[in-house]
């Protein structure tokens, strides 16, 4: 198309005066162009996904293979080590599906909460004015995030919680937490009559709390007096309820993991694939994190700090009412990516079969009903919906949140 | 204006006493004194910094160095009471680590294939090397074409080597280097689709990206070992590997198509203008005016990605592909390595591995920046 341009110049603006100028030709008319190029593309698309249908739909046949999502109402047939909600091997794949996808959360989750918090403290760190500990955390940071997640999880799953010993000479902390290769067991919470009552106590102390920080915001932008909100709301969250959880007799009991046979029963209990798993998505993702965390507040202009020195601002301040809010606008869209990746790289669970939605669901069901279009479709749709879900909170915080640009 | 005297006046009549020198900030005491000691706090974190190299190193380098077997031909050496890392589990399994089941006669094709492709890279990555354009070009049409032949054989004599006998490093190279030299021209293309005007061709794009940035490349890994196969005509079957390459490929370039969307963006419009003005065509601008100059500045992105992509090929393991990880693993089941080090030696010689590729090209990716940076940048 290289001789084309003065016909396409015309096309453009066929003539208000000009009626002399002939129609170009329709294969130098844009719009005509976009039209075919449009339909082209798309007919490739459509032949190619009636093609995969028709494939997938004769391959099925021939391997007897039923399709339809009619298999989650059947009996799953295989226990889970790790259920959140309640699953017996009479549960139906269905049911089998939703532990999976609770375990993966629930390792996301506190996943998540670990990473932020050391990934903070490491990004932290690596720009302190002490040296020894702005080397550590550029040694950590550049160690962990050169080595591959899954050598993490083989490393904590294979070469340290299976060297700890067995039940019977398990590792003790504190006299009630227990640690050996079956996992790692601790005393668990058991609430007595009246329990209720301090948990509404702390609700209602959030509450207040929620209001007052906005009376305390409203009032200082009237008349400029602070007021310390967060000794106010501790007081409120955590005294109150723990005055009247002593005044009502301390109804909470823990109930002890005791070793019996072989294996202790009682207690919670952390399978060690779920902790292995746990601490090397944490380590991982926190070198990520301490990366934007540092570039965050690098990203700070030095002028602000020098600004609000200048103010009469002290250093802690400066960092809490200065630095922090306007590195946050820099950290937390990264952040939240790296949040996604978190939850995307715990599938991984399924290389030390962790029973995540995976592992459970694309792995061991998939092996048992053999119809794989439609349990990845649905794997993949959960985690697709994850991330739409992510990039709509991240769009809308990133509006809210954008430098009002003059 | 009162002039006389108010009790509140003051008025210094002797000179304030000398302060003393401030201390020293040269000198190691000063660089001692000012980086770590120079407040509470400070010291305080500097104890915890000790006390924290304190725990970790001693074990690490006892484990690793002082305390380890450095020689031996069989279990027996690493069986001491007390004994550290197990090297000779590694130096005998090197062969293995590095081409597989690839047969032992035949291994010279790999070699060759390195280093072919070592030499046609270099000159590449060192900046003052003339003749670029040719060399890039060698490694993206005639070099793919020559390590094929070499590394699967069945024509000119050589014997066919079965993609199932490779393993090790062999297969992380082929990989990663598969993965991102695939999804380089892909990940352009579907950039430049995503910025379309065309509506049907920007949601394409966009529906391709989203999907494959959104679920995790395992998922993608199953999804080339089980459901590609159903896709295809009866009949019809591709090799395992091919299969997790073209998985790889499409995953890798939807990230490498937003990498790219990056630059374009970066690109003033009176770039576009000023083609159009000239009267280039729509592909015109992008291969001589926007392309040359976007993918200048996401160099250190597309080194990201490759990096990425390098430590995401240890999941070829989990559909049964041996890589480097997975080879090493697999040899972990040697009756005649067994002992309680073999494991541990084995993931440490790995992470090393990883960590030596992957700092590296982070650190000439770095370079690489500086070196590019032309001061166009406004930050």
Known sequence: ?406 | MPTHASPLTFVRTQTVPVSPPPRPRRGVVGWVRENLFSSIGNTVLTVFGVYLIAVTVPPVLDWAVFSATWSGTGREACLREGAGACWPFIDAKMGQFIYGRYPLDERWRVDWTFFIGVAALVPLLIPSLPYKGWNAVFLLVPYPIIAFILLTGGVFGLPEVETSLWGGMLVTLVVAITGIVASLPLGVLLALGRRSHLPVIRMLCIGFIEIWRGVPLITVLFMASVMLPLFLPEGVTFDKLLRCLVAVALFSAAYMAEVVRGGLQAIPRGQYEGAQALGLTYWQTMLFIILPQALKIVIPGIVNNFIALFKDTTLVLIIGLFDLLGIIQLNFTDAEWSTPQTAVTGYVFAAMVYFVICSGMSQYSRYMERRLDTGHRND
Not at chain 1, 32 to 57: D, F, M, P, S
Not at chain 1, 223 to 232: E, K, R
Request: positive net charge.
């Open chain 1, 1 to 406: 198309m290289a001789g084309s341009q003065p016909p396409a110049q015309t096309g453009a603006q066929t003539g208000p005066q000009t009626g002399a100028v002939p129609r170009p030709a329709l294969i130098n008319d844009a719009r005509v162009r976009a039209i075919v190029y449009q339909a082209l593309t798309l007919a490739v698309v459509v032949w190619l996904g009636a093609e995969i249908w028709t494939n997938a739909v004769s391959n099925l046949e021939r391997a007897n293979i039923a399709s339809g999502f009619g298999f989650l109402d059947t009996t799953a047939g295989f226990g889970i080590v790790q259920t959140l909600v309640p699953y017996t091997e009479e549960s139906t794949y269905a049911q089998a599906f939703l532990v999976g996808l609770l375990n993966t959360l629930l390792v996301a989750v506190v996943g998540i909460v670990l990473a932020t918090v050391l990934g903070f403290l490491v990004g932290i760190g690596s720009l302190s004015r002490n040296w020894l500990i702005r080397q550590i955390c550029i040694v950590y940071v550049e160690t962990m995030r050169n080595i591959p997640l899954l050598l993490h999880i083989f490393f904590w799953y294979f070469a340290v919680l299976r060297s700890v010993p067995g039940p019977r000479d398990s590792l003790e902390f504190l006299g009630s937490i227990f640690v050996n290769n079956r996992g790692v067991y601790f005393p668990r919470p058991v609430a007595e009559e009246g329990f209720g009552l301090v948990v509404m106590a702390v609700a209602v102390g959030i509450a207040i709390s929620v209001g007052l920080a906005r009376w305390a915001k409203q009032r200082r932008e009237r008349t400029g007096q602070p007021f310390p909100v967060a000794c106010a709301s501790f007081g409120l969250c955590v005294g109150v309820p723990l005055v009247l959880f002593a005044s009502i007799g301390q109804p909470l009991t823990f109930d002890y993991p005791v070793l019996q046979g072989f294996n202790f029963r009682g207690g919670l209990v952390m399978i060690p694939e779920f902790l292995s798993l746990l601490l090397a998505l944490s380590i991982y993702s926190a070198a990520f994190i301490a990366e934007n965390v540092r570039s965050g507040i690098l990203a700070v202009n030095k002028g602000q700090t020098e600004a609000a020195y200048a103010l009469g601002l002290q250093p802690g301040q400066t960092m809490r009412l200065v630095i922090i809010p306007q590195a946050l606008r820099v950290i937390i869209p990264p952040l939240t990516s790296q949040y996604l990746n978190l939850t995307k790289n715990s599938s991984l669970a399924v290389a030390i079969a962790y029973p995540d939605l995976v592992s459970v669901f694309a792995g061991t069901v998939l092996n048992q009903t053999g119809q794989a279009v439609e349990i990845l479709f649905l794997t993949m749709a959960v985690y697709l919906t994850l991330s739409l879900l992510t990039s709509l909170v991240m769009n809308w915080y990133n509006k809210k949140f954008a430098l009002a640009e003059r």
